[in-house]
């Protein structure tokens, strides 16, 4: 998948998984239609979640007790599978 007009890349470097600040900047685009989303999602379920939640619904002012309860539901095995079938 070529998402800039550069052709010359580093191939390694572009599979390594981002932390989930960094993974945000470009999450939504395309980062979960590459296996690096794929396998930061899996690191950094709670992480990449709770941003997406902050960012996306900034009127939102849940607490901490309410994340956390939901974030169970991060640890089902199948989590990752509907969240990247989701977006692609």
Not at 38 to 56: F, H, Q
Not at 63 to 85: E, M, R
């Amino acid at each position: 998948m070529s998402v800039t007009g550069y052709l010359i890349t580093n191939l390694t470097a572009n599979k390594l998984v981002l932390p989930p600040m960094g993974a945000y900047s470009w999450w939504y685009q395309y980062y979960f239609a590459t296996e690096a989303g794929v396998l930061g999602l899996t690191d950094y379920r709670a992480g990449i979640s709770e941003i997406i939640w902050k960012y996306n619904s900034p009127t939102w002012h849940y607490s901490q007790a309410t994340f956390n309860q939901t974030a169970a539901a991060f640890n089902n095995p199948d989590f990752v599978k509907i969240v990247i079938g989701n977006y692609r």
